[in-house]
Nanobody, 130 residues
């Protein structure tokens, strides 16, 4: 059974940092790309960052480049996302999701396509507030 469980959310001040974790079970990280998405109140869910299977290329949305870092630990079957310099408007529920990355498809091409991600976690709330 495929499962993804996010953790690490919470309350942080503007400019602060958080590290989110996505623990997966039922599959190996070497076989799936993992994406992080967020959904703010009243807004659509949007992709934030992804890490590919295999050699694990990465993708970042323009809004988070230079501030967010995605990484994974295959031995622990866990994907991490370090978020620095958080902004008020980044208050949202953050989700991780697993997707099938085609053999010759780059994670940069795959990541923006939500339909590629078929298994989702329950989400973790991140609130940026002073």
């Amino acid at each position: 059974q495929v499962q993804l469980v996010e953790s690490g959310g919470g309350l942080v001040q503007p400019g602060g940092s958080l590290r989110l974790s996505c623990a997966v079970s039922g599959f190996s990280l070497r076989s799936r790309a993992i994406g992080w998405f967020r959904q703010a109140p009243g807004k659509n869910r949007e992709v934030v960052a992804c890490i590919g299977r295999g050699v694990a290329g990465t993708y970042y949305a323009d809004s988070v480049k230079g501030r967010f870092t995605i990484s994974r630990d295959d031995a622990k079957n866990t994907v991490y996302r370090q978020m620095n310099s958080l902004k008020l408007e980044e208050t949202a529920v953050y989700y991780c999701a697993a997707g099938m990355q085609d053999p010759f498809e780059s994670v940069q091409a795959m990541c923006p396509m939500r339909r590629k991600f078929g298994a989702w976690g329950q989400g973790t709330q991140v609130t940026v507030s002073s």
